[in-house]
T-cell receptor, first 115, second 115 residues
């Protein structure tokens, strides 16, 4: 299994809703990432988890709350979002061992629309 | 402060010819460089990478060149095929003090291969 899966593919939510994005990988990768990508812009890093611990938070507003319940699963909990948070949310994972494993594997993303 | 720049938003190449995509960076602490390809509604797919201590890496039709003194890298695709039409992102890896790593992406170049 060499893929990162993300659910849902599309999500529409109101500003008062609470929702969660889910990411899963079974490649044994112990580093997992959340990125946000706006239209015609590059992916921007939000969070990094290493061995299930949060290692990087790129000053993301608290209305985004990441969670890594186990080594295969990464969640992003959303609450009280703003319309400008509408974007493609990408999950990625990466091998943490030595030996040239440098690339991150990306999921297909969740297209989020906040009304 | 855009640390990784792809100055050409788009590039059009005839099938069978060489495609050259360029990327410039400003941070000398980047230790790895990667190229990703992205189709609409999909996550980025890893193509090829190069360590900052190398100046060339080749994989099939894809070759990446790194000019460290100029802080410039390029991706060569030869021969170009219609299936290569996509958005190409250059990414640079930064290893932080605590060992965590992050990727910084360029703006992307939309490559179109014409039959």
């Amino acid at each position: 299994d060499t893929e990162v899966t993300q659910t849902p593919k599309h999500l529409v939510m109101g500003m008062t809703n609470k929702k969660s994005l889910k990411c899963e990988q079974h490649m044994g990768h112990r580093a997992m990432y959340w990125y946000k990508q706006k239209a015609k812009k590059p992916p921007e890093l939000m969070f990094v988890y290493s061995y299930e611990k949060l290692s990087i938070n790129e000053s993301v507003p608290s209305r985004f709350s990441p969670e890594c319940p186990n080594s295969s699963l990464l969640n992003l909990h959303l609450h009280a979002l703003q319309p400008e948070d509408s974007a493609l949310y990408l999950c990625a994972s990466k091998h943490t061992g030595t030996g040239g494993y440098n690339e991150q594997f990306f999921g297909p993303g969740t297209r989020l629309t906040v009304l | 402060d855009q640390q990784v720049k792809q100055n050409s938003p788009s590039l059009s190449v005839q099938e069978g010819r060489i495609s050259i995509l360029n990327c410039d960076y400003t941070n000398s602490m980047f230790d790895y460089f990667l190229w990703y390809k992205k189709y609409p509604a999909e996550g980025p797919t890893f193509l090829i990478s190069i360590s900052s201590i190398k100046d060339k890496n080749e994989d099939g039709r894809f070759t990446v060149f790194l000019n460290k003194s100029a802080k410039h890298l390029s991706l060569h695709i030869v021969p170009s095929q219609p299936g290569d039409s996509a958005v190409y992102f250059c990414a640079a890896r930064l290893t932080l003090i605590q060992g965590a790593q992050k990727l910084v992406f360029g703006q992307g170049t939309r490559l179109t291969i014409n039959p």
